[in-house]
């Protein structure tokens, strides 16, 4: 049948069958080493599994900052400088790295400085590097303690007991001390300024949305952003919080920017489908201007949920005590949305 | 059609060539479909030369499984807690190794509350050895961060120290694989076992945090240091793990620390405004029991936590801790 001859035939099925043989063998070893892996060695890689992108280079590495002129007068190196991307986040901070990684987090620099007299008073400094100015309040806002001295020469900036906590432009920094000596402080504020003067940021980053809130009875520093699921709706993402003090009422607002107004529409109607779904009672609105902005009002389990689209805004009010006082401040929140909507507009 | 050679090729020759090529295409496919895995490897599955972490546990007394004793000072507060159990002398018998594992997970100060406090933890060493007569007392735990910083900065190293213990920090040769029967997580996996391989006894101290993950850490989550390898990787079943430690260590002695507790931001906290004052501490025989009581101390219900129901239906212990009977006191 074949024109090749007899010993070419032979030598070509000699070659074929090792060339086989050999693809076999490969096979056999990839299928024996995949049934092998070790979980404990290998475990999660966020990078290898496309989670998050791959590590940059620490900021001292970026001549982006010298953490030794940041050592404040009197105050020695404690430690080496510690480095860690989204893969090994949880290795210094453990369970809080998701609250990190999951608002956009590229990396964290931490440094600790003691005290030349005193060895015991000391400080570390953690630099979370989070990509954008917003990611960096998403997580400053959602540690703010309560209860806490604002700093007021720096917009997000707040100072406890034994720590002092700020947002600069990208970055999320704390400053934590081992005590709550006044020794301490001084030299927290020198490093605080200092990295505010080192550190470059893109000063032309700004949180547009916080100005929209009206500014009666709002609570200072007590705003909030959820990058996701903000109230348990995973749906409802980039929503800013503002909490207000009216009369005895304790009350909280929310904005959400969407595409544009169909967006917030569906997604007004979407999130008050949820409330309806996990136990909400729908309510008519007593506010009459309110009724303008076709808000939803939805009593859950005893407390008052609001929501409403303007222009491109979602928003509403979360888990008022008072029906009355939610339905006036998102009358009030309604309108200044719809000054800063035609704003845009034009 | 003709070969490189030039030479014909005939259409049965074709065809069977033809069929040929698609035999073996068909086969790879075939081989491929047969051998593809949606669910990716599991862990190693060799059984040989692994680790069971000895039972600690002493046998039950009713009415002495809980204790729940509120004041300011820990040194008295703990002395008080045991007492009510029946002292150290149930727990404790002369000559005994005793491992002390506290949460040393972090290297940052005592003051921030995210580890177990350094002047407890001498406390129960103190006790173990002057009331329970023990032969040695070993403190240790497999930190997050640099172990080395970890009991240095949170003063625990020191304390227990001066106290009289040994302080065991992990090193590669302490670690060896485990298996947990019927787990789903502890399978091969490498646990932090030299320290408690000969000890007699076994006591947790950890304090009352909230828990960014887990909703709070506890005297359960303790043990969350002896897992060695990639760990973070259980983050991603928080309350399985939880509730699986639980099943394989099992203690003489539990402390839960809710002196002060961390009611915000934890596991690592950073500001003393993340603190309460609870003035409260638990010494429980049985984990469940004591961390739902703890979880209280956050405002939490036992059922708030979904690893406490998934380690009382494993049977390690109940959340009806009021069934237990708690000893109660106050100490001024």
Not at chain 1, 108 to 125: G, H, K, P, V
Not at chain 2, 122 to 149: F, H, M, Q, W
Not at chain 2, 302 to 308: F, H, N, Q, V, W
Request: a neutral charge; one cysteine or more.
């Amino acid at each position: 049948m074949s024109s090749v001859p007899a010993p070419a035939r032979r030598l070509e099925s000699a070659v074929s069958i090792c060339l086989l043989a050999i693809l076999i063998l490969v096979a056999a070893g990839v299928l024996l080493k995949q049934a092998d892996v070790d979980m404990s060695r290998f475990g999660m890689d966020p990078v290898a599994a496309g989670v998050v992108e791959a590590k940059p280079a620490p900021l001292t590495a970026q001549g982006e900052i010298s953490l030794t002129a940041l050592l404040p007068q009197g105050f020695k190196k404690l430690s080496e400088s510690e480095f860690y991307d989204p893969e090994n986040l949880y290795e210094k901070i453990n369970g809080k790295a998701p609250l990190y990684t999951e608002s956009g987090f590229q990396s964290l620099l931490t440094e600790r400085f003691a005290s030349t007299q005193d060895e015991s008073l000391w400080m570390e400094l953690f630099i979370y590097d989070m990509a954008n100015l917003r990611n960096a309040f998403s997580v400053y806002s959602r540690q703010r303690r309560a209860d806490v001295e604002i700093l007021p020469d720096t917009q997000f900036a707040y100072r406890t007991g034994n720590g002092l906590y700020f947002v600069h432009g990208k970055y999320y920094i704390e400053l934590v001390g081992s005590s709550e000596s006044p020794e301490l402080s001084v030299p927290m504020s020198q490093t605080a300024e200092q990295i505010r003067t080192e550190l470059a940021i893109d000063k032309d980053e700004h949180i547009v949305e916080l100005t929209f809130f009206p500014q009666e009875g709002l609570v200072a520093g007590g705003n909030r952003l959820y990058l996701a699921s903000a109230f348990g709706f995973k749906d409802l993402t980039n929503i800013f919080t503002a909490g207000y003090k009216l009369r005895d009422w304790t009350i909280t607002a929310f904005i959400g920017r969407r595409l544009d107004a169909n967006d917030a529409r569906k997604m007004a109607e979407s999130y008050h489908r949820f409330l309806i779904e996990n136990g909400g009672a729908a309510k008519p609105t007593t506010d009459e201007s309110f009724k303008d902005w076709q808000g939803r009002v939805v009593d859950f389990y005893g407390t008052t949920e609001i929501v409403f689209a303007v222009g491109p805004f979602v928003a509403g009010i979360h888990e008022a005590d008072d029906r009355q006082a939610a339905e006036q401040l998102a009358a009030v929140l309604a309108g200044k949305l719809a000054e800063s909507a035609k704003a845009i507009r034009q | 059609m003709t070969e490189a050679n030039g030479k014909k090729i005939g259409r049965r020759d074709l065809l069977a060539r033809i069929g040929q090529a698609g035999a073996t295409i068909a086969g790879c496919g075939l081989a491929s479909y047969l051998l593809y895995d949606p669910t990716g490897p599991e862990a190693r599955s060799e059984t040989k030369d692994l680790a069971t972490l000895p039972d600690f546990s002493v046998p039950r007394k009713a009415g002495q499984t809980i204790s729940i004793v509120r004041g300011q000072d820990r040194i008295k507060t703990v002395d008080k807690a045991i007492e009510l159990l029946g002292g150290i002398e149930r727990f404790v018998k002369p000559g005994d190794v005793v491992a002390i594992k506290p949460n040393v997970a972090f290297a940052s100060p005592p003051i921030l509350g995210a580890t177990a406090n350094p002047q407890l933890v001498a406390e129960v060493v103190r006790l173990c050895y002057s009331g329970g007569k023990a032969k040695k007392v070993i403190v240790t735990d497999n930190p997050i961060n640099d172990p080395t910083s970890c009991f240095t900065l949170s003063g625990v190293g020191k304390a227990a120290s001066e106290a009289g213990a040994d302080v065991v920090l992990p090193k590669p040769h302490l670690f060896q694989r485990t298996t947990l029967a019927d787990g789903k997580l502890i399978r091969n996996w490498p646990i932090f076992f030299g320290p408690f391989e000969k000890a007699d006894k076994l006591i947790g101290i950890a304090p009352v945090k909230h828990h960014h993950r887990a909703g709070a850490s506890m005297s359960m989550k303790n043990w969350y240091g002896l897992l060695g390898g990639r760990r973070n990787i259980f983050h991603q079943d928080i309350n399985t793990i939880i509730a699986e430690l639980s099943m394989m260590v099992k203690p003489t002695l539990v402390i839960l620390d809710g002196t002060e507790v961390m009611m915000t931001n934890g596991p690592t906290g950073g500001s003393v405004s993340d603190l309460r004052r609870a003035n409260t501490l638990i010494a429980s025989t049985d984990c469940v029991a004591a961390d739902s009581y703890g979880c209280t101390l956050l405002g939490l219900a036992a059922s708030d936590l979904a690893y406490l129901a998934q380690a009382e239906k494993a049977g390690a212990g109940t959340t009806d801790y009021e069934s237990l009977k708690p000893a109660m006191a106050t100490i001024s």
